[in-house]
């Protein structure tokens, strides 16, 4: 937030945008937008919007909302599908899945983990990405990690594409997910070993967690038509990836 001392022409205001208002002298450009506080609900002149809702997008409603993306009724040209304002969001679903658990683990615990003499000292413990053999590929290729963040912190990480595996929840199903990996060379005895170890102090040294990335989204609001000149998103409002 910036300085008021250094910048005193700004005003800050703690609510939330929910529309746009046309100027009704020019319907090219915004002149208000209304805003909700916990009080009431304001119009705000305004010179210029920017739609920063991320990848809630409420700028697209907002435009859509007051006929903007669509061909004016002084216009003789038909609006090419392509660039009205319901056609201008794309999307690409990769379908990344991965699991993470990440365990507190006290000093004696750590330095009795197992871990190969070679190993010990790395904070990459190993790491695993499938063999891209063809029935790899059709349900998922899969990566696997095992790593240190800090002196007594362990990350135990599994993550592949597709719907073809199921997303491990605990330290057993994260075993059984690594015993499933296709590798031409066997994984060594003393992963699935630590695995075991890690199990003992589950349930009160780990912290669990499973995403589902969302799809990649690009909002081509320069192929939209009829936008008004001072309106412009920002950030994921436009593009996540």
């Given at each position: 937030m910036?300085?008021k001392?250094d ?14 208002v046309p100027?009704?002298t020019?319907p090219?450009r915004l002149?208000?937008?209304v805003?909700?506080t916990?009080f ?9 919007v ?6 809630t997008?409420?700028?697209l ?8 993306g ?7 040209d ?8 319901d056609k201008?969001?794309i999307?690409?679903?990769q379908?990344?899945?991965?699991s993470?658990i990440?365990?507190t ?5 750590h ?5 190969p003499k070679?190993?010990k ?9 499938e ?7 059709r ?8 790593m240190?963040?800090?002196?007594n912190?362990?990350?135990?990480f599994?993550?592949h594409?597709?719907n073809g595996?199921p997303?491990?929840r605990n ?6 997910y ?17 695995f075991?170890?890690l199990?003992?102090?589950e349930?009160t040294?780990a912290?669990r967690?499973?995403v ?5 989204t690009?909002v081509?609001?320069h192929?939209?038509a009829?936008?008004p ?5 920002l950030g ?6």
């Amino acid at each position: 937030m910036l300085n008021k001392s250094d910048y005193p022409n700004i005003e800050y205001l703690t609510g939330t945008v929910t529309d746009i208002v046309p100027d009704p002298t020019d319907p090219s450009r915004l002149s208000k937008v209304v805003v909700r506080t916990d009080f009431d609900v304001q119009e705000l002149h305004t010179t210029l919007v920017a739609d920063c809702t991320g990848t809630t997008r409420a700028g697209l409603k907002w435009l859509a909302r007051h006929g903007y993306g669509a061909p004016t009724s002084s216009s003789s040209d038909k609006l090419p599908e392509s660039t009205s304002l319901d056609k201008i969001k794309i999307s690409f679903d990769q379908k990344l899945r991965y699991s993470s658990i990440i365990f507190t683990l006290d000093q004696e615990f750590h330095d009795n983990l197992g871990l190969p003499k070679e190993i010990k000292p790395l904070r990459s413990i190993i790491s695993f990405l499938e063999d891209a053999t063809e029935n790899v590929m059709r349900r998922g290729r899969a990566f696997m990690c095992l790593m240190r963040m800090d002196a007594n912190l362990l990350v135990a990480f599994v993550g592949h594409y597709g719907n073809g595996r199921p997303q491990p929840r605990n330290v057993s199903e994260m075993k059984e997910y690594v015993r499933d990996l296709h590798a031409t060379t066997a994984l060594p005895r003393w992963v699935f070993d630590l695995f075991d170890r890690l199990q003992e102090v589950e349930e009160t040294s780990a912290t669990r967690s499973l995403v589902k990335v969302p799809p990649t989204t690009y909002v081509r609001y320069h192929l939209a038509a009829n936008l008004p000149t001072n309106f412009v998103a920002l950030g994921d409002s436009v593009m996540t990836g």
